[in-house]
């Protein structure tokens, strides 16, 4: 899979910026494509480290439309937010604001009309559906909110699935799901159906499988919305472990505040815009 | 491949639902295949069962059964063509038959020389010898019904002649209802009322060292009047008389499709509600990273195990069937290899069947995951 590395340090291959924000966004885009950056002047409200750091992961100018005509709604608008690697990111907002789409363009299940997407320092917009696949396999680990365990498989066999997704020659991936699953308490429910288990170890599996393979980011949509206050906490810890024992990076959308005192850094979406956190275009 | 066995033992009432589908259509494949094959095998099985390499018939004889005298010249000619090596006769005719009791019976009588062939059923041949006399009269077990003899050997009336009904044989049961019987070619014309040296077939065998394609050649030159096929071609005429002229054949043939496609409506529709119920699966495997051939790969394999599971249950329904509706068809015939051959238009549905599922699964867009 050919990869499109962003420049680690900022050059001077685009100096100048249209003055619209259709046209900036253009030259942005071409930018990125061409594998050159944008000089840090460009990113006003990004100083030169943080902007070489943003490229981990992150969106830059991202506009995404549904719909046609009189029926279009536009859930971002010109958002550009970066993740730092081995942080625990919290985006929070109200409901329409966004944070979803956010998360499916990072986890490269959805291309913004406009703006630039990386991943793992990978701009990812201009990749096809294969290649895009290849980095959801090897790079992003997926927690939801609705769990989506496979209902047929046991808790071991969907962590397993996990492991050879990632790798299918991975021979040892059952004993390998029973460790992990070990490490989430759930070392006795391994032959359980998801249907056996109660919602918390639902996501504890979820979360297993999410981990299967030792995928650097993980992604989390309201992992805690359709769970109690125990386990609602013991998937913030988990997650939270992550970060500081395996050094991943995490992001959590959720409108749960308790996950404000496990995150590094809150975003705040509102109406498909940066409210607090990022940047708008 | 773990995922597609799981889903499909999961919910096993809609897997078996499926397989009930496959079951039906391939009981009906192999069912209206052994009819088809069997109808095709009894259009030419006494053609079949001579030994003889040529066989002249009066010219436009399109089956066995229909066939009409020839001159007694004809076989005398023949016989003096080079590579002729020996000449027999074969004669058959729809004749009244009465049984003991006075019931009366169209009957189809076979006639023909000792040396037609081993398999050809005739009462004056060595092997029979002693057993039975030479002009005895046979017919086959399937029929017994039909010929109501209480026991062997029976006095009955073919054509109001007396005849001596004395052995049973197999496998030359009633062809479209009429019975055959058969007997020594001398006593038949008798029955028959044909003048001794008539013939409505003259079977020729070929001498070592003479081409069968030279010999018919010739034979045709000297005969133009009449129509000189080899065995082979015979019964192809006869089998094809039956099977596309009269449309029999084709009305099994279209059972056969029609069982085949209404399996493949059943199995398609399963399937593919079997999908749709797991679409949200299929979003899930593709979110996580699973490549498409993977996930199609998953829904074929479900398809795949249905169709075999599907495609064994059919036919160990179906062999027990054929056995017990060859009392009504005696003519019925499943040969071993159509079981096996029917496997593959079996897992063919179940694969065409899943083109739909397939499709949508690759389709179903991986972003809906992250509703809740």
Excluded at chain 1, 249 to 266: E, G, I, L, N, Q
Excluded at chain 2, 145 to 159: F, G, R, S
Excluded at chain 2, 179 to 190: C, K
Excluded at chain 2, 304 to 320: E, K, T
């Amino acid at each position: 899979m050919p990869k499109k590395h962003l420049p680690s340090t900022v050059c001077e291959d685009v100096t100048e910026l249209p003055p619209s924000r259709t046209a900036r966004n253009r030259v942005k885009r071409a930018a990125y494509s061409a594998g050159l950056a944008v000089e840090d002047q460009l990113e006003p409200s990004l100083g030169v480290d943080e902007a070489r750091s943003s490229r981990f992961l992150g969106v830059e100018g991202a506009t995404v439309s549904f719909g046609q005509g009189d029926a279009r709604i536009w859930p971002l608008r010109g958002v550009s937010v970066t993740f730092q690697r081995g942080t625990l990111s919290l985006v929070m907002g109200p409901s329409g604001s966004g944070k979803t789409t956010l998360l499916s363009m990072l986890g490269c299940l959805l291309s913004p009309d406009e703006g630039s997407v990386f991943v793992d320092d990978v701009l990812v917009n201009q990749l096809s559906e294969t290649e895009k696949t290849a980095i959801r396999q090897k790079k992003i680990g997926f927690v939801f909110q609705a769990f989506r365990l496979f209902h047929s498989l046991s808790a071991i066999d969907n962590v397993a699935l996990g492991f050879e997704l990632r790798d299918p020659k991975q021979s040892q991936r059952l004993e390998m799901a029973r460790q992990l699953l070990d490490q989430f308490g759930l070392g006795d429910k391994c032959n359980q159906e998801p249907n056996e288990l109660s919602p918390g170890e639902r996501q504890r599996v979820a979360v297993a499988r999410a981990l299967a393979g030792d995928p650097p980011i993980l992604l989390a949509d309201e992992p805690t919305a359709s769970l109690d206050a125990q386990a609602g906490r013991n998937i913030c810890q988990i997650l939270r472990n992550q970060v500081d024992e395996h050094g991943r990076t995490v992001v959590v959308v959720s409108h749960d505040p308790r996950w404000r005192k496990f995150a590094d850094r809150t975003i705040t979406l509102c109406d498909g815009q940066v409210e607090q956190g990022g940047r708008n275009l | 491949m773990k995922l597609a066995w799981q889903n499909i033992i999961h919910d096993r009432s809609r897997f078996s639902v499926t397989v009930l589908g496959v079951s039906f259509a391939v009981f009906l494949m192999v069912f209206q295949g052994s009819l088809l094959v069997g109808f095709l095998r009894a259009a030419s099985r006494l053609i079949d069962a001579s030994d003889s390499d040529i066989w002249i018939t009066a010219r436009g004889v399109q089956a066995f059964e229909f066939g009409t005298t020839l001159e007694s010249r004809v076989r005398e000619m023949a016989a003096g063509v080079p590579g002729v090596m020996q000449t027999d006769r074969v004669c058959m005719a729809f004749a009244v038959y009465r049984t003991p009791k006075g019931k009366q019976q169209v009957v189809a009588l076979v006639g023909a020389d000792p040396n037609v062939g081993k398999r050809f059923p005739v009462p004056d041949v060595p092997e029979l010898a002693g057993e039975i006399s030479p002009d005895a009269v046979l017919y086959d077990v399937s029929d017994r019904d039909l010929i109501a003899v209480p026991a062997l050997p029976t006095e009955v009336e073919i054509n109001r002649h007396r005849a001596s009904i004395e052995r049973q044989i197999q496998g030359y049961g009633a062809f479209l209802g009429v019975p055959f019987l058969f007997t020594s070619y001398r006593n038949a014309i008798r029955y028959l009322g044909f003048g001794p040296d008539d013939a409505m077939y003259v079977v020729l065998r070929v001498s070592k060292g003479s081409s069968v394609a030279d010999v018919k050649q010739s034979l045709q030159e000297r005969l133009p009047e009449v129509d000189v096929l080899t065995r082979d071609e015979f019964a192809h005429k006869s089998r094809m008389y039956w099977t596309i002229k009269t449309g029999a054949g084709g009305a099994i043939l279209t059972a056969a499709v029609l069982g085949f496609l209404i399996g493949l409506v059943v199995v398609s529709q399963t399937i593919y509600a079997n999908t749709m119920e797991n679409i949200e699966e299929y979003a899930t495997l593709k979110a996580l990273g699973a490549p498409r051939s993977l996930v199609a790969r998953v829904v074929l394999t479900q398809a795949l195990l249905c169709g075999a599971v599907g495609s064994v249950l059919g036919l160990f329904a179906v062999i027990p069937v054929i056995d017990h509706a060859r009392s009504l068809i005696p003519w019925i015939y499943m040969p071993w290899w159509l079981p096996a051959v029917m496997v593959v238009p079996s897992l063919t549905m179940c694969s065409l069947a899943s083109i739909a599922s397939v499709r949508s699964a690759l389709t179903v867009e991986p972003g809906r995951v992250f509703r809740a």
